[in-house]
């Protein structure tokens, strides 16, 4: 069972920076697919970033391209969502989550693991 450690949510202004991490205690974790999902109040869970095991590829949600980098380092086993230009509407709580097949990256019932949550809010 691999459990995620979130980290890296804060208050910040519109136009700032954060960078997220999620800490694997799998020492597979460079097997699994790595991904960002984000939930505002009275919304739905919501993809925003996902990358292979080896970090060669990744796709994000359209809302966020350009402005988000999703990476990682599996010698450290962390994954990683840099947020850039935010904007009040990114203000949610973000989670990531693993799983192995690389489809249906943007259905959240197809991931295996998830970790607590991190609240990120962009005031304006």
């Known amino acids: 069972q691999v459990q995620l450690v979130e980290s890296g949510g804060g208050l910040v202004q519109a136009g700032d920076s954060l960078r997220l991490s999620c800490a694997a205690s799998e020492r597979t974790f460079s097997t699994y697919v790595m991904a960002w999902f984000r939930q505002a109040p009275g919304k739905e869970r919501e993809f925003v970033a996902a990358?292979?095991?080896?970090?060669?590829?990744?796709n994000y949600a359209d809302s966020v391209k350009g402005r988000f980098t999703i990476f990682r380092d599996n010698n450290k086993n962390t994954g990683y969502l840099q947020m850039n230009s935010l904007k009040p509407e990114d203000t949610a709580v973000y989670y990531c989550?693993?799983?192995?097949?690389?489809?249906?990256?943007?259905?959240?019932?197809?991931?295996?693991?998830w970790g607590q949550g991190t609240q990120v809010t962009v005031s304006s």
């Open positions: 989550a693993t799983k192995i097949p690389w489809v249906r990256l943007y259905t959240a019932a197809t991931y295996n693991y």
């Open positions: 990358i292979t095991g080896r970090g060669v590829t990744t």
